[in-house]
């Protein structure tokens, strides 16, 4: 079983920035991608970014160059860099990643969801 736990998340004012962080633990054999993904009220929640275990990035257009996700590989954490932050990215900030876990016997794949952090925009 693997556990994410996000930081960072709080009240901000428009074109503020924040850093979050995901933390992977558990017995984990391999990540392959980690991953932010964002929920507002009444919304369905959206991939805002992602990135492979080699460094391979993908974000969503509305990101538009204000977000950075980087990862460190030795730690299986994730981080989410935001700039330039607009009242309309409030939402519910989740982690996601999936991979290979340590079972008895051999390795089983996982996709694990943290439980979230809040990100308010608002002045």
């Known amino acids: 079983q693997v556990q994410l736990v996000e930081s960072g998340g709080g009240l901000v004012q428009p074109g503020g920035s924040l850093r979050l962080s995901c933390a992977a633990s558990g017995s984990i054999s391999h990540i392959n991608v980690m991953g932010w993904y964002r929920q507002a009220p009444g919304k369905q929640r959206d991939l805002v970014a992602e990135i492979t275990s080699g460094g391979r990035t993908n974000y969503a257009d509305y990101v538009n160059g204000r977000f950075t996700i980087s990862r460190d590989n030795t730690k299986n954490t994730v981080y989410l860099q935001m700039n330039s932050l607009k009242p309309e990215d409030t939402a519910v900030y989740y982690c996601?990643?999936?991979?290979?876990?340590?079972?008895?016997?051999?390795?089983?794949?996982?996709?694990?969801w943290g439980q979230g952090t809040q990100v308010t925009v608002s002045s």
């Open positions: 996601n990643a999936n991979g290979y876990a340590r079972a008895v016997p051999g390795i089983v794949p996982f996709g694990s």
